[in-house]
């Protein structure tokens, strides 16, 4: 028997039930220390650093569609997407190719900046690292790292 009940993310699933009666979701682990880099937190951490610099931000919270992060500072352009720490390494690398293409769907301004910015963990360094310099290059691509206490370094 399967139920449909909403998911920890919100979100209708579909879930085993060993009887018709039981409507019970999988509980979420508990969080990790890198778990406290969500999404959301990034974009925050990176928001907050960028006004700092001088950019004024638009910020597209939660699920919300559309560029991450969209900054603006006279004429120069900023444009920024984000992603949370995952909690396995596959979702990690799945988030960290996704948020590249993400990106590259959204380069239509000859003239911005484009980044990522991701949770400061080894697996998005090696990843990012593994990336090849041409791509970054010619992308004019550069990341965001965010540590665990919201500081923000560009590489």
């Given amino acids: 028997i399967v139920s449909r009940c909403p998911r920890p993310d919100g979100l ?3 879930f085993m039930s060993e ?16 778990d406290q880099l969500s999404e959301n937190a990034v974009k925050q951490a990176v928001g ?15 699920r919300e569609r559309g560029i991450d992060i ?3 500072r006279a004429s120069d ?17 799945n988030y ?12 239509i ?6 980044s990522l910015a991701f949770p400061d963990l080894p697996r998005y ?3 990012w690292e593994r990336l090849p310099p041409l791509a970054k290059d010619r992308l004019r691509l550069s990341m965001l790292f965010v540590d665990d206490k919201g500081a923000v370094r560009e590489a």
Avoid at 48 to 62: M, P
Avoid at 96 to 105: C, D, K
Wanted: glycine residues 10%; neutral net charge.
């Fill in 125 to 127: 360094r090696g990843l």
């Fill in 19 to 34: 009887s018709p009666s039981v409507q019970t979701a999988p509980q979420r682990s508990q969080p990790n220390d890198s």
């Fill in 77 to 93: 352009r900023w444009i920024i997407e984000a992603k949370g720490c995952g909690t396995s390494p596959q979702e990690r690398g």
């Fill in 12 to 14: 209708i699933g579909n």
């Fill in 109 to 114: 301004d000859p003239a911005a900046r484009y």
């Fill in 48 to 62: 907050q650093w960028l006004r700092e610099h001088g950019w004024e931000t638009a910020i597209a919270w939660n």
């Fill in 70 to 72: 969209d900054a603006h």
């Fill in 96 to 107: 960290f190719l996704n948020g590249l293409a993400e990106l590259v769907q959204r380069m």
